[in-house]
């Protein structure tokens, strides 16, 4: 009997970016195992993971181009595309048109969809589903260290003495590095600190709970910053040599914050819980501190993502093995969308629209004298644009904006009404029936390239299955619709390996040092070495070296080579519940689902635990509201209302609501949880609050 032949590969879920072993049996069927040598999971998975191998049926996917319904050919879909991008361009410019891709992309298709975007047609309106999940924290770390690096590396959780997870319920969203934490917190003695206001699994082996109100992060760190600062436990070397503006942020933090007591007040905490925590991080050198997207998805973000960061910079803990502040990235590659410049504030390589060198030496790279020398659109105001006819042509690849993006009934209504829309994925999705023109994607399995994950570890998403029907890569689409507009010369690319490795140059590209994100090393891989591409860090600025202890010598990529502290200041919520809205609603994820589940929701088991969604209600508030536990409601804030099935939880505080973000009209009507959310955004990230919604809640009348 033919043997299984097995191929490594990396989970196409979060960012934790585990390697996975794929055995395809001569039947077809394929079996999935964690990868025992890949670094960022030792042949660990998680119940996501594990499920792979069965959600590779091809069920509702897309296998043929097709306009206004109508099967079609590759080349007429494709001359279409281009045709109606070509010519909202001449007659309206090139900010008429917009991409909005996704994390689920592979860096190479990232990053022919940014060369084709800001380089030759001109216009930086490209923006990925990743600003919702981690944009807040891109934008703290270029203020603070003057390019979006994550020092850390997962090697930091098995030596941390303490770690504090922030906004992030590590326990399901990132449920491989979590285990990684508690074998530290088992075999070493780690403390685990959670801060969070709900009680979610994370919490259920930590040593301390911070259930703190909603959106008061930046009040207990700059109380945090304030105790070290009296304390006498900062690291005024550090300071001195490392860092600018201490005096100004602590300051600050010190005016915001003035005592332990004005906290805990403010936090809605006590004064015992506030004052352990702060006893634990002035007093363990190595401590990590974890955030995702509980600090992310608020309309001040950027601020709370500085606030951690500061009290790592006061402590000089940073650049050292067991410390430093870590954000954790929600998607699989939302990293790599980072590196190629898949945000519509960067231009690509980690270079700034900010820079006009920047600009021009992208514009030199490229050979593309129209390269686009401002911002684009973010997600929210991209939607919105599209709402107000500004643009005309829009083309989405690989993401559900039409249940992910906040105020998800303005979103429907705006792809409905725009001219022309183009929706490239892997199957139906609640999106692709607003597309004007549908093209198959490859899915996971199918695809080949390199995806990056939190640590900035990039690693190969390697083919094992034959592309269906007429699927294609999305690179390819790309570069033949970049052509078909007369872009040809530059998008000749014929294979992944060499978009990769130009990829590679441009980061490399008269780089004298001063940039951190260089991939220089990597830039002439040969096609057998990208094939079996080993998993690496970057920056590789040589073949043989990564660095993988970033800050080290305390130097930054700043112009004068010093982090920055920024000054915030606790900001009242974006909306506060009233009488109308009495409860504060927060989104999440659940631990075996992904997204919008259009491939989790396909495997039973995934489903068993949750088949159905659900608002959580602290009994009190179930109460007072006569709901009890199963009782169908009626849930609504001032964007739209969502039917779900209540469930009574302890867990739950009191005056606060939590609703899974996965579900959509696919699954169960009216049930998408983006129905719900506001389009308020951070104002420097970009980022919309997902966390804090006021919202009401009724019996469902089903009489
Ligand atoms: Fe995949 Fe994330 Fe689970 Fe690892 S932890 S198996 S990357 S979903």
């Known amino acids: 009997m033919e043997e299984a032949r097995e191929v490594r590969t990396t989970c196409p879920y979060c960012g934790v970016g585990c390697g996975v072993l794929a055995a395809i049996a001569a039947d077809g069927k394929t079996t999935v195992r964690g990868d025992p040598e890949h670094p960022a999971n030792f042949g660990r998975l998680c119940s996501k993971g594990s499920a792979l191998g069965e959600t590779l049926g091809l069920d509702g996917r897309l296998l043929h181009p097709k306009i206004g319904g109508r099967q079609a050919s590759w080349d007429e879909a494709l001359d279409l595309v281009a045709a109606k991008f070509s010519q909202a361009i001449a007659e309206h410019g090139p900010d008429s048109v917009a991409f909005y891709v996704s994390g689920q992309l592979l860096t190479e298709d990232y990053y022919v969809a940014n060369k084709l975007m800001k380089g030759f047609i001109g216009s930086a309106n490209i923006d990925t589903n990743s600003r919702l999940c981690m944009a807040s924290s891109v934008a703290g770390h270029r203020r603070a260290f003057g390019e979006d690096i994550v020092p850390g590396v997962y090697e930091d959780f098995d030596c941390a003495d303490l770690i504090v997870l922030t ?46 109100d909603p959106g008061t992060d930046v009040l207990l760190f700059n109380g945090l910053l304030a105790h070290l600062v009296q304390g006498g436990k900062i690291d005024a070397d550090f300071i001195r040599e490392s860092t600018t503006g201490f005096d100004a942020a602590a300051a600050l933090a010190t005016a915001d914050a003035p005592s332990i007591a004005r906290v805990a007040k403010g936090c809605g905490l006590t004064v015992a819980d506030v004052q352990a925590f702060y006893d634990l991080f002035a007093g363990t050198e190595r401590t990590v501190t974890v955030y995702s997207q509980g600090v992310n998805q608020s309309a001040h973000g950027t601020d709370k993502v500085n606030a951690i960061i500061n009290c790592h910079l006061a402590t000089g803990r940073i650049g050292k093995p067991g410390m430093g502040p870590f954000s954790v990235t929600g998607q699989p590659n939302a990293m790599g969308g980072r590196e190629v410049g898949g945000l519509a504030n960067q231009l690509a390589a980690h270079m700034d629209f900010a820079d006009q060198s920047a600009i021009d030496r992208v514009a030199r790279f490229w050979n593309a004298p129209d390269t686009a020398r401002r911002a684009g659109l973010k997600a929210v105001d991209m939607f919105q644009a599209v709402a107000d006819g500004r643009i005309k042509a829009l083309w989405i690849m690989g993401t559900n904006p039409a249940v992910s993006m906040p105020d998800a009934s303005r979103v429907r209504a705006a792809m409905s009404k725009c001219d022309f829309v183009v929706v490239s994925d892997v199957a139906r999705t609640d999106t692709t029936r607003y597309a004007d023109v549908l093209l198959p994607a490859a ?261």
């Open 443 to 703: 899915a996971w399995g199918e695809k080949d390239g390199t995806v990056t994950n939190s640590e900035r570890r990039i690693s190969r998403q390697t083919p094992f299955l034959p592309l269906p029907g007429e699927a294609k890569a999305d690179w390819r689409i790309i570069c033949e619709v970049a052509a078909r507009m007369g872009f040809g010369d530059a998008f000749a690319h014929r294979t992944p390996a060499e978009i990769f490795r130009e990829h590679a140059a441009l980061s490399a590209f008269e780089n004298d040092g001063g940039r951190l994100f260089d991939l220089g090393g990597v830039a002439d891989l040969s096609d057998a070495d990208y094939a079996g591409f080993a998993p690496r860090h970057w920056p590789a600025p040589n073949r043989d070296e990564q660095q993988i202890r970033l800050f080290a010598d305390g130097r930054f990529p700043t112009p004068d080579g010093r982090a920055r502290f920024v000054p915030v200041r606790q900001e009242a919520t974006a909306f506060t519940v009233d009488a109308d809205y009495p409860l504060a609603l927060n989104t999440g994820r659940l631990r075996d689902q992904w997204h919008t589940m259009t491939r989790t929701g396909n495997v039973p088991r995934l489903m068993a635990n949750a088949p159905e969604p659900a608002v959580d209600l602290n009994p009190a508030d179930a109460a007072a509201h006569h709901l009890k536990d199963g009782d169908l409601a009626h849930l609504s804030t001032r964007f739209g209302f969502v039917r779900a099935r209540v469930r009574v939880s302890e867990a739950q505080r009191r005056g606060q609501a939590f609703m899974p973000m996965h579900w959509s009209g696919q699954f169960a009507a009216r049930a998408a949880a983006g129905l719900l959310s506001s389009p308020v955004t951070d104002p420097h990230s970009g980022q919309p609050e997902l966390k804090h919604v006021p919202a009401r809640i009724v019996r469902e009348n089903t009489g």
């Open 167 to 212: 906004g992030s319920n590590t326990a399901w969203c990132h449920p491989v590095l979590y285990q990684r934490m508690l074998a530290a917190r088992r075999e070493r003695g780690t403390r685990i600190v959670v801060i969070d206001p709900r009680r979610t699994a994370t919490a259920d082996e930590c040593d301390l709970h911070l259930a703190l």
